[in-house]
């Protein structure tokens, strides 16, 4: 099993930033592919970037390129979502995901362990 804890959300307004981070625990070496995802109120789940362990990406949602950044720390099994210029409309609960393989890393259905996600509102 692999455990994961987000945490850094909060409530700012437009154009502020914020980091979230994910901490990794457990199996993780079963893992490599670290995403987030969000999930807004009646949306569904939805990408936004995604990388490994190993050094692949990073890759990211067409709405997030040039804002947000996601990136590793090895050492500490912690990856972060820098997200900067925030909008309302990135307003949503954050999740961070592992799986094995990085095939389809956008696909939130193929991930096999999720944080309990972190609630981020940007008020305009």
């Known amino acids: 099993q692999v455990q994961l804890v987000e945490s850094g959300g909060g409530l700012v307004q437009a154009g502020d930033s914020l980091r979230l981070s994910c901490a990794a625990s457990g199996r993780t070496f079963s893992t490599d592919v670290m995403g987030w995802f969000r999930q807004a109120p009646g949306k569904e789940r939805e990408f936004v970037a995604a990388?490994?362990?190993?050094?692949?990406?990073?890759y990211y949602a067409d709405s997030v390129k040039g804002r947000f950044t996601i990136s590793r720390d090895t050492a500490k099994n912690t990856v972060y979502l820098q997200m900067n210029s925030l909008k309302p409309e990135d307003t949503a609960v954050y999740y961070c995901?592992?799986?094995?393989?990085?095939?389809?890393?956008?696909?939130?259905?193929?991930?096999?362990?999720w944080g309990q996600g972190t609630q981020v509102t940007v008020s305009s």
């Open positions: 990388l490994t362990w190993l050094g692949s990406g990073p």
């Open positions: 995901a592992a799986k094995r393989s990085l095939r389809a890393y956008s696909d939130h259905g193929l991930y096999d362990y």
